[in-house]
């Protein structure tokens, strides 16, 4: 009986952390369509796709190094380390979606210390992260406030080619 409470209880914290994260997401999900970076890709604010895929922090993160100094320390063998860890997968980021399909794909990170990354990307298909990807893309750095606000910190154009 102990045991049936127990994992009753952790399923609920999970799923009660993980729709916070999603609203997390969703914060910044509206910071991202509000962007210049984004209407340089589509005028339509509801054209996109968010991934049901969730990138390691540090294959994104390796490109803010500078701006996470003063949040958190971030070591070359901790990047070199992630680089070749499988990407997690929650799929109640499709919950995000108002499409099913679009030319442009969001990505976002795992949150540490209420910083993430999004990865905007300009596609014909649906794209996994380990796919080859040639072109443009931006990749945004967002941290979680005292209020639980989502404020955008940065950022960058990649260009993948």
């Known amino acids: ?9 952790s399923i609920f914290f999970m799923s009660f952390s993980t729709s916070e994260k999603v609203d997390d ?11 210049k970076e984004y209407h340089s890709f589509t005028k339509n604010q509801k054209k996109y796709y968010v991934s049901n895929e969730v990138i390691r922090y540090t294959k994104l993160a390796q490109y803010f190094k500078k701006e996470l100094q003063q ?3 971030l070591t070359d063998e901790e990047i070199v380390l992630n680089t070749y860890k499988d990407n997690l997968n929650n799929d109640n980021l499709l919950t995000l979606n108002i499409k099913k399909c679009s030319k442009v794909q969001i990505n976002f990170s795992e949150i540490r210390e ?9 596609t014909k298909k649906k794209l996994k992260y380990k796919d080859v990807y040639f072109g443009i893309s931006y990749v945004y750095m967002f941290k979680k406030n005292l ?6 910190i940065n950022v960058i154009q990649l260009d993948n080619n």
């Open 1 to 9: 009986m102990k045991y049936k409470i127990i994992v009753i209880l």
């Open 25 to 35: 997401y969703r914060q910044a999900l509206s910071k991202i369509t509000t962007s």
């Open 71 to 73: 949040y958190n320390e």
């Open 114 to 122: 209420g910083i993430f990354f999004a990865e905007l990307i300009k």
């Open 147 to 152: 209020n639980d606000k989502i404020e955008l």
